[in-house]
């Protein structure tokens, strides 16, 4: 099977409940996409949004390691399986997204905006960064694109909304390969 269909199959088979929220992980990835199209990001971002949990779906079972409170560090495992099929572009911000969650997280507003399970699981990958770490994040190369995914990531877990289906962005997928 290619991967492209390894991963449309993923979006299409997996039930599960994003942890903690109302939609399951495929359509909170969907809906991460769809906020990155509508804000007219270029094909790289919409490619990354799309793909930014897909470590959940390697995770044998990401609600289990949340009760024992572990991270399971889905973007490290999700960045290290789909680098070897997608462009850099593509891949890196997917390593950065929980590290931009940790640096937003040190304003009180963004804080504020965060889900409960957002926030049970930003104190599980490390909580809130300090300054030097921050320091640290903001030279990264893929700063910017990791703080807009993270944005549009946490914008994505609403319920009713008009999905798009994950054939949909399969020309996306394939023009994002190495």
Request: charged letters at 30%.
């Given at each position: 099977?290619?991967?492209?269909?390894?991963?449309?199959?993923?979006?299409?088979?997996?039930?599960?409940?994003?942890?903690?929220?109302?939609?399951?992980?495929?359509?909170?990835?969907i809906q991460t996409a769809m906020l990155?199209?509508?804000?007219?990001?270029?094909?790289?971002?919409?490619?990354?949004?799309?793909?930014?949990?897909?470590?959940?779906?390697?995770?044998?079972?990401?609600?289990?390691?949340?009760?024992?409170?572990?991270?399971?560090?889905?973007?490290?495992?999700?960045?290290?399986?789909?680098?070897?099929?997608?462009?850099?572009?593509?891949?890196?911000?997917?390593?950065?997204?929980?590290?931009?969650?940790?640096?937003?997280?040190?304003?009180?507003?963004?804080?504020?905006?965060?889900?409960?399970?957002?926030?049970?699981?930003?104190?599980?990958?490390?909580?809130?960064?300090?300054?030097?770490?921050?320091?640290?994040?903001?030279?990264?190369?893929?700063?910017?694109?990791?703080?807009?995914?993270?944005?549009?990531?946490?914008?994505?877990?609403?319920?009713?909304?008009?999905m798009k289906d994950i054939n949909?962005?399969?020309?996306?997928?394939?023009?994002?390969?190495?």
């Amino acid at each position: 099977m290619q991967v492209i269909d390894k991963i449309i199959s993923n979006f299409i088979n997996s039930k599960s409940l994003y942890i903690g929220e109302k939609v399951t992980i495929s359509e909170h990835m969907i809906q991460t996409a769809m906020l990155a199209e509508k804000a007219k990001c270029d094909d790289n971002l919409i490619c990354s949004s799309l793909l930014h949990d897909y470590g959940h779906f390697i995770l044998e079972n990401p609600d289990e390691l949340v009760k024992l409170n572990v991270d399971g560090q889905h973007e490290n495992i999700g960045y290290e399986y789909l680098k070897s099929f997608f462009k850099k572009e593509i891949v890196e911000p997917i390593k950065y997204h929980v590290l931009a969650k940790r640096y937003l997280a040190r304003e009180k507003k963004y804080f504020d905006l965060l889900s409960e399970a957002s926030k049970i699981s930003l104190e599980l990958q490390g909580g809130v960064l300090n300054q030097e770490e921050c320091n640290k994040f903001e030279k990264q190369e893929y700063f910017k694109p990791s703080i807009l995914l993270r944005k549009f990531d946490e914008a994505a877990k609403k319920t009713g909304v008009k999905m798009k289906d994950i054939n949909d962005y399969k020309n996306l997928l394939n023009s994002n390969l190495l």
